[in-house]
């Protein structure tokens, strides 16, 4: 199914490189993003997005039915960070990183990561403050899980 993916910068970007990361999802405990130089190409796929405004980098992709989780990697001339696109439902992984999630091919897919009843929701006050106004779900999960929230939405904690 072919999916369009995009990512927006806070400011005007004249030379900025945005790549996205995108892997099949898996335990809430793996992180693929980790160390994306090291990640196999089979566990980590790499596509660069096309600038399409000043801000706004965009790519449509082919992915089979499945669920899939993804982060964009923002290269700059003096900085390189990994960040998350607000168009795109996010989640957070066991290890504290989010990251945005799609389910392709889904019969009712998750309007967004607010609407489980088990989140806690909370602006983020930090510099990642989205650019529109939008509350970011921080799900609370025991150890035992062994999925992450966009994975399991139905799954007690």
């Given amino acids: 199914m072919d ?81 998350v696109s607000y168009y795109h439902n996010i989640t957070v992984l066991g290890s504290g990183r989010s990251v945005n999630y799609i389910d392709v091919g889904a019969a009712s897919p998750v309007s967004s990561t607010n609407s489980f009843s088990d989140c806690i929701i909370a602006n983020d006050p930090d510099e ?11 799900v609370s999960q025991n150890e035992s899980s062994l999925c992450c929230f966009c994975c399991c939405p139905n799954k007690n904690t």
């Fill in 128 to 138: 990642n403050t989205p650019l529109i106004e939008r509350e970011v779900a921080y």
């Fill in 3 to 83: 999916v369009l993916i995009k990512w927006e910068s806070k400011e005007t970007c004249e030379s900025v490189i945005c790549q996205l990361l995108i892997s099949k999802a898996g335990s809430v405990h793996s992180d693929p993003f980790l160390n994306a130089e090291k990640s196999s190409d089979q566990e980590l796929h790499k596509f660069d997005l096309i600038k399409t405004s000043e801000r706004l980098f965009m790519r449509s992709l082919y992915l089979p039915l499945g669920l899939y989780h993804f982060i964009f990697l923002i290269a700059s001339s003096d900085t390189i960070k990994m960040d």
